[in-house]
C-alpha cells in the first residue's frame, strides 16, 4: 500500500488584504514592466498586463514603508543581465535588496531603527549600478551599495528630511524636502558625502501676508480677475527664514523635479500645484483646484511630454498636458500671449467610493510608455487604469478655449508607411503629439489627426477584506477524485460572505454572500458544497439568531439547514460532519446537541435537557461501510447469477463486472445504504463519551474517567488509531488506541485552541494552533516538527489553521492574510518559475540571462532565412527544449498587435530596435536609439538634399534636420540647436513676465544677454531703480550694450577686460562681455576651462554656429569619457547629436555593446550616412564579426553565420568554425578571452 496519497503540488503562497496606512507610499512601477507593492510586512509582486500577483516577498518583521525598483539604464549581456532587483524599507530602518525572481535577498542593511522616509537607486554613472541612496530618520542620508550591504558614506543636515529627488537632466543636484523647506545640494557624487551643508530656501506659504504682493510691473497689462487670484499664490522662495506668521503651516506633500524639461521643478500642495523655474527661484506656472474640486493627494511628472498625472482624495486621476505657448494669431500683442505655464486637464478617471476605511493611497504610472496608470486603495484593490487616444474632433464648445491635441504622425522614432501597422497607445508620446513653443509654426493639419484621451479600467486586484477569518480546506485528494479536483480553501469573513479560492492559482474562485453576521466556521459536506455557520450579536439574555446555510458551489444555491429553527436560542458553538458526510453534529454553548443527517436534511435527535455540556468532539474514522459494501454486493452478484442462464455463462464474467462496478458507483450515493458511524465528545469534567449513529439510530456506548492530568478539554482529533485531546492549560494527551497507551504532554504554550491531523493515508502529522502561534506534531514519534510564536519569529497573530495538503499547512492571520506555507511554517517567498500562473506573463526578466537575451536576438533579427516568425523552434537554435520552451511561452504571451507589427515587413531595422527596447523596459537602449533614430534620419535627408558628394561630408556635420520633427525637449542638449534656442527664448519670456524682484530682473537681463537679445535686455537694466545700490552699474551696462560697435581697439580692450575679469573670478561676468562681442566660441572655452561644462554646452546651442558648437560639444564628449567622469553612454548620446556615426560605432564597439553596435552600423550603411570604404570596412568588418560570435554563445548558430558572412574577411574564419565542426561547434561558446583574440585580430 502507498503511505501517502498523490498530492497536487501547491506553491508556498500568501493571499493578501487590506494595507496598513504605513504602507501608503511602499508602491513602485518598475521599467522591468511590474509593480511591486508593501502589503503590512510581506511585498507584493503584480503583472499590471494581466493583473496577477506573481510574487510575495516575505522576510522583513515590520512594516513595508518603501519599495524602489532598480533602473534598467544600462547596456544588458551576460555579464550585466535583465535581473529583477528590489529594494524596500521597513518601519523599523531595515532596507532589504531581493533577488525577486528566486524570491531570496541579496543583502539586508540596518542602519537606525526608525522608519526609511526614501530610497533611490543612483542611476548616474556606468560605473557602478549597485548604489542605493537612503533616508534614515531623522535627518541622514546614507549611500549604500546595495549589492554587499557596505556602507559607502554617511551625511547629515540641519532638519528633518521627508523626502528627495535627483535633476534628471545632472546628476550632481540633487533637492531635500525637510520640514522647514527646500535643500538644494549641487555637489552629490558618489564618491563622498555632498561637501556643503546645500542651499536652504523657505517656502513662505502660498497665503502668506499680503506684504509679498508686489504690484505688477508697468509694462504688464492689467491683469484679469483670474490672473489676480494667480498673482496672489505666487509662491516666494526666500532664502531668510519667514517670520512667524508667514508660516501657516508648511504643507507641501511633495517636490519633483519635471523629467520633460530642464530646471523645472514642481511643489504639491493640498490645493495647488507650482511649477518653479529654478534659475530664477520663480514660479511660472500653476494648476489650481477651483473652491469646490477635490484637493490632490500626489503628482507624477511625465518625461516623454509636458504633463502630469494627478491623484485627487476621491481616488480620480486626471491627465493634464501643458498648453502649447504658440500665439494663436500672429497680430495679437505678444506682450499678452503667455503669461505662464498652463496644464489644461485632457481626461479624467472615475473616482472611487472613500469611506472611512476605503481611501485612495498612492498611484504609479508606467515608466516605459507612461499611459497607465495603476492605483492602491487602502482595501488592498489595486485599479489598473490605462489611457486611451480615440481619433476624431471632441464636440466641445469652441470658447472652452482648449486648442486639440494632435496625433503624431511617425511610430517608433520613423514617419510611417503607407501600409504600415502601428500601435495606436503604445506610449505617450505616440498618442500625442509634441507641445508647441512660439516661434514655431504648427504642423500641416491635413497629416495630422485629432485625438481624444480617455482612461480604461483594464484590470483589477482585489485582496481579502477585513480580519477575523474562518478558514476551511476542502476535502483531500484521493484516486477516486484525482480527476475533478480542485484545490479549494473557503474562507469565512466578517461581513458574512465566504469566498472560495483556487490554491492552485491562488485567485478568488467564488465570492458568495452566504450571512448577514460573522461567519463562525466552515465545513465541507463534499469536493463542491459546504455547510457555514454565522451568529449574531447576542441580546441582552443572552440569545442569538444562528445561521446554518447549506451552500452548493456549482450552482451557488444556498438553503437554511435547519430550516426555520435559529432564532432566539444559544450560540451554535461548533458543527462537525461526519467521515462519510453522513451526519451532522450541532453543539450549542448551553442545550444540548442536535444529530443532523445531511443526505436527507433531517434531524435525527434532539438530545434530551439532562445530556451533558459538551466541550469538544470529535467523529471516528471507523465506519462499518466496506462491511456492509461486500453484503450488498454478494447479494446482487447472487441475484445476477441467478438471471443468467448456464448456456450464456461464458459471456457472463464482463457483464458481471460491470454489474459490479455499476453497484459501487450506486452504493457511494445511493441513500440506501446506511453505514455505522461513532464520534466522541467530553464533558466539563474530561470524561470521554462515545457514541454511536446508525440509519437513525443512536446508541451510548462506554465512557472512559477522566485523566488526572488533564484540565478541561478544548479540542479532540483523531486519525486512524490516534486519538489526540488538547486542554486549556497546553497539555496535549496522545492515545494509542491500538497498545492501549496514553502519552501527555506538556506544551506550556497556552490554551489549545484547534488540533487538526494531515490528510493522506498513513500520515500522522498533526497541526495545533495556540492563541500565540502554531506548532506541527508528528503522533508516531509523539514529537514537534514545526512551531512558529509571536514575537518570536512572526510578528503576527494566528487566527485560524488547517492543512491544505499532505504536507502544506494554511494559516489566517491578523495581518489580514492568508498563507500557504510549508510543514516548517518558515514563511518564505517562492521561485517565480515554480508558479502556475492562470495567464501567462510577458516578462523577460523571468527567464535565465541567457534565454532573455536570446529571446531579444530573436526578435530583433527578424526576418529569419526571410521568414516573420513568432516561432522559436522554426529557428536554428540549439539549447534545451526546456528553455526554448519557456522562451516560447513568453513570445506567445505577447498581444496580437504586438504580433502583428513585429511581424510586419516594413517596420524598418530602426523601428524594431525601438519597438523591442520598449518591450523589454531597457531605459538604455531605448535612450540611445531614440536619439539615433532621429539623427541618422536627419543627416540622411541633409546628404540627399546637399547634392555633390565631396561638400556634402562637410555639410552634414551639424546641418539642420527637418522642421517638423524634432527632438523632444526632453533630450535637453541633445535637441537640435534651432529648436533649443526657440526653447530658450520662450523661456526667458515667461521669466520676464513672472520677474517680481529685482535679482529675478538681474538674472533675465544676463540671460537675455547670452541670448543676444539686446535690446530687450538694454530696457530691463533701465527699469532699476535708483535708490538700488547697483543703479549705477546697471546704468552704465545699458550704455555699454548699446553703444557696443564692431570697431577694432573696443573689441580688443572689452576681449581684455573679460579675460582679466574670468582670471579673477568673474566668470558669470566675462562671458557676458565676450557674448557682447561675438566671441562666444571663447566664452564657452573659459567655461569649459573652469569645470561649467552644462553653461558651455548650452551656450554652444544657442549663440554659436553649427562648425563651432560642434567643436565645443565634441570636447564636451571627451570629457565626459575620461576615467573620473565616466559617463560614456551620454557622450555617445552627444556624438550621436552631432553626427559623428563612425565614432559613435567605434566607441560602441570598444565598450564591448557587441549587438547595439552590429545594429547600429548597419542602420547607418542602410541610411547611407556611412559608406563602406577601406576605413569604415575595419570597423564594420570588426563588428559584425564580434556580434556573431556573441549570436553563436547564444546558441544561436543561424544568425552567426549571416553576420559572420557580412563580415567580409574577418569573418571567414568563425564561418569556417560555423560550418566544419556542425556537432562540434554546439560545444564551443567562446569565453571572454576568445572575443578578446578575435578583437585584436581584427584591429
Known amino acids: 500500500m502507498i503511505p501517502y496519497t498523490v498530492n497536487i503540488k501547491l506553491a508556498a503562497r500568501t493571499l493578501t488584504g487590506t494595507l496598513n496606512l504605513q504602507n501608503k507610499t511602499a508602491v513602485d512601477w518598475g521599467w522591468q514592466g511590474l509593480i511591486a507593492q508593501g502589503c503590512h510586512s510581506s511585498i507584493l509582486i503584480i503583472d499590471p498586463k494581466t493583473s496577477q500577483t506573481i510574487q510575495v516577498l516575505e522576510r522583513h518583521k515590520a512594516n513595508v514603508v518603501k519599495v524602489r525598483w532598480s533602473r534598467e539604464n544600462y547596456h544588458h549581456s551576460l555579464s550585466s543581465p535583465y535581473s529583477l532587483r528590489l529594494a524596500s524599507g521597513d518601519a523599523s530602518g531595515k532596507i532589504i535588496v531581493w533577488d525577486v525572481v528566486s524570491g531570496t535577498a541579496h543583502c539586508e542593511i540596518q542602519e537606525h531603527s526608525k522608519p526609511i522616509q526614501d530610497l533611490e537607486w543612483l542611476w548616474n554613472q556606468d560605473a557602478s549600478r549597485d548604489l542605493l541612496l537612503a533616508v534614515h530618520p531623522p535627518n541622514y542620508i546614507v549611500l549604500w551599495n546595495g549589492d554587499t550591504g557596505t556602507k559607502l558614506w554617511k551625511k547629515s543636515y540641519a532638519e528633518n528630511i521627508l523626502s528627495f529627488s535627483f535633476d534628471p537632466f545632472d546628476p550632481s543636484n540633487m533637492a531635500l524636502l525637510t520640514s522647514e523647506g527646500i535643500v538644494f545640494i549641487t555637489d552629490f557624487t558618489h564618491s563622498k558625502p555632498p561637501g556643503s551643508a546645500g542651499k536652504k530656501v523657505y517656502i513662505a506659504s502660498p497665503h502668506a501676508s499680503p506684504a509679498h504682493a508686489k504690484p505688477a510691473p508697468a509694462a504688464a497689462p492689467a491683469p484679469t480677475g483670474a490672473k489676480k487670484a494667480l498673482n496672489k499664490v505666487k509662491v516666494l522662495i526666500t532664502n531668510e527664514k519667514p517670520t512667524a506668521e508667514a508660516v501657516t503651516l508648511n504643507d507641501c506633500l511633495q517636490l519633483s523635479y519635471l523629467p520633460s524639461k530642464r530646471n523645472h521643478m514642481l511643489l504639491l500642495y493640498p490645493r495647488e500645484i507650482l511649477i518653479l523655474d529654478l534659475e530664477l527661484s520663480q514660479t511660472v506656472g500653476v494648476v489650481a483646484i477651483e473652491r469646490s474640486g477635490v484637493p490632490f493627494t500626489q503628482v507624477i511628472p511625465c518625461a516623454q511630454r509636458d504633463a502630469l498625472y494627478c491623484l485627487h482624495e476621491n481616488g480620480c486621476i486626471t491627465l493634464r498636458v501643458c498648453r502649447s505657448t504658440t500665439t494663436p494669431d500672429e497680430a495679437a500683442d505678444p506682450e499678452q500671449s503667455v503669461q505662464e505655464l498652463v496644464y489644461d486637464l485632457r481626461s479624467q478617471c472615475d473616482a472611487i467610493r472613500v469611506t472611512k476605511t476605503v481611501r485612495p493611497y498612492r498611484m504609479v504610472i508606467c515608466p516605459v510608455n507612461e499611459n497607465n496608470a495603476g492605483l492602491m486603495v487602502s482595501d488592498g484593490r489595486v485599479m489598473l487604469w490605462e489611457l486611451k487616444a480615440h481619433t476624431g474632433r471632441a464636440p466641445t464648445n469652441p470658447s472652452s478655449g482648449l486648442s486639440p491635441l494632435y496625433s503624431p504622425v511617425s511610430f517608433c522614432g520613423a514617419p510611417l508607411g503607407p501600409t504600415q501597422k502601428r500601435i495606436l497607445d503604445l506610449s505617450l508620446n505616440t498618442m500625442i503629439g509634441q507641445t508647441l513653443i512660439a516661434g514655431e509654426a504648427p504642423p500641416p493639419s491635413s497629416s495630422q489627426q485629432e485625438v481624444q484621451l480617455k482612461f480604461l479600467l483594464t484590470g483589477l486586484l482585489s485582496g481579502l477584506p477585513l480580519p477575523p477569518f474562518a478558514i476551511r480546506m476542502c476535502p483531500p485528494l484521493t484516486t477516486k477524485n484525482i480527476n475533478h479536483y480542485q484545490p479549494l480553501l473557503a474562507v469565512g469573513t466578517s461581513n458574512g460572505s465566504v469566498l472560495v479560492y483556487n490554491l492552485t492559482s491562488g485567485l478568488l474562485h467564488k ?187 443512536v446508541k451510548d456506548g462506554a465512557r472512559i474517567p477522566p485523566d488526572g492530568s488533564m484540565g478541561s478539554i478544548a479540542c479532540i482529533a483523531w486519525k486512524g488509531d490516534t486519538l489526540v485531546l488538547g486542554d486549556v492549560d497546553g497539555n496535549l494527551n496522545f492515545w494509542d488506541l491500538k497498545a492501549r497507551l496514553s502519552r501527555g504532554i506538556p506544551t506550556h504554550r497556552g490554551w489549545v485552541k484547534k488540533i487538526r491531523f494531515a490528510p493522506g493515508k498513513g500520515n500522522q502529522k498533526l497541526l495545533v494552533m495556540y492563541t500565540d502561534g502554531a506548532e506541527v506534531w508528528d503522533t508516531k514519534e509523539v514529537q514537534m516538527v514545526s512551531s512558529m510564536r509571536i514575537g518570536r519569529n512572526v510578528n503576527y497573530r494566528i487566527l485560524d489553521i488547517d492543512w491544505c495538503t499532505s504536507d502544506k499547512v494554511v494559516l489566517a492571520s491578523d495581518d489580514g492574510c492568508i498563507r500557504v506555507l510549508e510543514m516548517a511554517m518558515k514563511s518564505a517567498s517562492y521561485r517565480m518559475d515554480e508558479q502556475d500562473l492562470t495567464d501567462p506573463v510577458w516578462c523577460p526578466y523571468l527567464l535565465l540571462p541567457r534565454a532573455a537575451l536570446t529571446l531579444k536576438a530573436f526578435l530583433l533579427l527578424q526576418p529569419w532565412s526571410g521568414t516573420f516568425t513568432m516561432d522559436i523552434t522554426q529557428v536554428d537554435y540549439s539549447e534545451k527544449d526546456e528553455i526554448k520552451g519557456l522562451i516560447q511561452e513568453q513570445l506567445n504571451s505577447l498581444s496580437n498587435d504586438m504580433k502583428s507589427v513585429l511581424q510586419d515587413p516594413e517596420l524598418s531595422l530602426l523601428q524594431r530596435c525601438l519597438l523591442v527596447s520598449r518591450l523589454f523596459g531597457d531605459e538604455s537602449d531605448l535612450q540611445f536609439w531614440t536619439v539615433a533614430a532621429h539623427y541618422l534620419q536627419s543627416f540622411a535627408q541633409a546628404r540627399q538634399l546637399s547634392v555633390p558628394a565631396a561638400e556634402g561630408q562637410a555639410q552634414s556635420e551639424g546641418a539642420p534636420p527637418s522642421p517638423h520633427n524634432h527632438l523632444d525637449i526632453c533630450h535637453d542638449a541633445l535637441c537640435e540647436s534651432s529648436y533649443f534656442q526657440k526653447f530658450q527664448l520662450d523661456r526667458v519670456h515667461l521669466q520676464e513676465v513672472k520677474r517680481s524682484s529685482y535679482e529675478h530682473t538681474k538674472k533675465c537681463a544676463d540671460q537675455l544677454l547670452l541670448l543676444g537679445q539686446t535690446d530687450r535686455a538694454v530696457q530691463l537694466l533701465l527699469e532699476t531703480s535708483a535708490d538700488n545700490p547697483s543703479y549705477y552699474c546697471d546704468s552704465l551696462k545699458a550704455c555699454l550694450v548699446t553703444t557696443i560697435t564692431s570697431s577694432g581697439p573696443s573689441q580688443s580692450t572689452i576681449k581684455l577686460v573679460a579675460t582679466n575679469m574670468i582670471a579673477n573670478g568673474k566668470l558669470a561676468e566675462g562671458v557676458q562681455l565676450l557674448c557682447l562681442i561675438d566671441k562666444a566660441a571663447d566664452a564657452c572655452r573659459y567655461l569649459q576651462t573652469y569645470g561649467e561644462w552644462n553653461r558651455a554646452a548650452w551656450l554652444a546651442k544657442v549663440r554659436l554656429n553649427p562648425a563651432e558648437s560642434s567643436d565645443v560639444l565634441k570636447r564636451w564628449a571627451e570629457h565626459l569619457c575620461s576615467p573620473q567622469v565616466n559617463q560614456k553612454s551620454k557622450a555617445i548620446l552627444v556624438l550621436l547629436s552631432l553626427g559623428c556615426f563612425h565614432k559613435v560605432g567605434e566607441m560602441l564597439h570598444s565598450m564591448r555593446y557587441f549587438d547595439r553596435a552590429a545594429l547600429f552600423i548597419e542602420a547607418c550603411l542602410k541610411y547611407g550616412v556611412m559608406e563602406a570604404n577601406d576605413s569604415s570596412n575595419k570597423l564594420i568588418g570588426a563588428a559584425f564579426v564580434d556580434y556573431a560570435r556573441l549570436l553563436r554563445s547564444l546558441g544561436l548558430r543561424e544568425g552567426a553565420a549571416l553576420w559572420a558572412s557580412r563580415a567580409g574577411s574577418a569573418g571567414e574564419q568563425l564561418m569556417e568554425e560555423l560550418f566544419q565542426g556542425e556537432g562540434a561547434a554546439q560545444e564551443v561558446t567562446p569565453g571572454e578571452e576568445d572575443v578578446e583574440l578575435g578583437q585584436e585580430s581584427t584591429e
Open 511 to 697: 465570492e458568495l454572500s452566504v450571512h448577514s453576521c460573522e461567519v463562525r466556521g466552515i465545513e465541507w459536506v463534499s469536493l463542491t458544497s459546504f455547510l457555514s455557520f454565522a451568529t449574531s450579536a447576542p441580546n441582552n439574555m443572552g440569545m442569538v439568531r444562528n445561521e446554518l446555510q447549506h451552500v452548493d458551489l456549482p450552482t451557488g444555491r444556498c438553503f437554511p439547514f435547519r430550516g426555520e429553527r435559529g432564532n432566539d436560542e444559544p450560540p451554535i458553538e461548533m458543527i462537525k460532519v461526519s467521515h462519510l458526510k453522513q451526519y451532522l453534529v450541532v453543539v450549542f454553548r448551553d442545550k444540548p446537541l442536535e444529530l443532523w443527517d445531511i443526505r436527507t436534511g433531517t434531524l435525527l435527535r434532539e438530545m434530551a435537557k439532562n445530556f451533558p455540556t459538551v466541550t469538544a468532539l470529535e467523529w471516528s474514522p471507523s465506519h462499518n461501510l466496506k462491511s456492509l459494501k461486500k453484503k450488498q454486493m454478494a447479494a446482487r452478484e447472487a441475484m445476477a447469477r441467478q438471471t443468467v442462464s448456464d448456456a450464456e455463462q461464458s459471456s457472463v464474467e464482463s457483464s458481471v463486472i460491470s454489474l459490479l462496478q455499476d453497484a459501487e458507483s450506486k452504493s457511494e450515493t445511493s441513500q440506501a445504504i446506511s453505514a455505522r458511524e461513532h464520534f466522541v465528545f467530553t464533558d466539563t469534567d474530561g470524561q470521554v463519551y462515545h457514541i454511536t449513529v446508525e440509519g437513525n439510530t
